[in-house]
């Protein structure tokens, strides 16, 4: 079984520039998450997917951060402006449904500069 | 503040000791929980997860341990080797609004020593 993809591994910005990572999920799995994991610190989640509709993103800034997932599969995460402390590893991880575990992407890992 | 943490940021065992990292959780509601392994350059990997109706689950190696009389949830590596070297996340599923989501503590970082 492939594992959850993500591009790209890396990324490098100035500040007030715009960004989009990729994830395709395991297939069939209904739920994709998008976490942000912060040097030193756990993944905290940013939008959760159920097919192609958002069930939560709460978490998500939404006056700089948006996020898509056409047709139910593949999903995108955009920022736009980016500032300084957005640098971090972004995360996608999917599950077949909310009460199981979730397998990870290896993550994006951006530098703001 | 965050719902789940842990009582030690870094442990350091000898290579064929057994390893115990621990974590509180606050929310009592919570009833799924799981244990993830991050290597560094990755993301993390599932290694073991348990339900509330349950206070002991063991896996190879591994085995992880529900109290929830305290909200303490534990993680025993046996015979750690050095390829175990990792941070260590423990992560409850949180229900709020019906939609659940994992919520993850700040981590343990688990030095193996040859």
């Known amino acids: 079984e492939a594992g959850v993809a993500q591009s790209p591994r890396y990324k490098i910005i100035e500040k007030r520039q715009s960004v989009a990572f990729w994830c395709n999920p395991i297939s069939g799995h209904a739920t994709l998450y998008w976490y942000q994991q912060i040097l030193g610190q756990g993944p905290k989640l940013l939008i959760q997917f159920q097919n192609n509709g958002v069930v939560d993103d709460s978490q998500l800034p939404k006056d700089r951060f948006s996020a898509e997932r056409l047709k139910g599969v593949d999903s995108t995460l955009k920022i736009q402006p980016a500032k300084l402390e957005d640098s971090a590893v972004y995360l996608c991880?999917?599950?077949?449904?909310?009460?199981?575990?979730?397998?990870f992407g290896s993550g994006t890992r951006l530098t703001v500069v | 503040g965050e719902s789940v943490g842990l009582h030690l940021p870094t442990l350091s065992v000898q290579e064929g000791d057994n390893s115990i990292i621990n974590c509180a959780y606050s929310?009592?509601?919570?009833?799924?929980f799981i244990w993830y392994k991050q290597e560094s350059g990755k993301g993390p990997q599932f290694i073991i997860d348990?339900?509330?109706?349950?206070d002991k689950r063991q896996g190879q190696r591994v085995t992880v341990l529900l109290n929830k009389t305290v909200k303490h949830l534990s993680l025993q590596i046996a015979a750690t080797q050095p390829g175990d070297s990792a941070v260590y996340f423990c992560?409850?599923?949180?229900?709020?609004?019906?939609?659940?989501?994992?919520?993850f503590g700040k981590g343990t970082k688990l030095s193996v020593k040859p």
């Open positions: 992560a409850e599923m949180n229900y709020g609004g019906s939609q659940g989501n994992l919520i």
């Open positions: 348990i339900r509330s109706n349950m």
């Open positions: 929310n009592s509601a919570s009833d799924y």
């Open positions: 991880a999917s599950s077949p449904d909310r009460d199981y575990g979730y397998t």
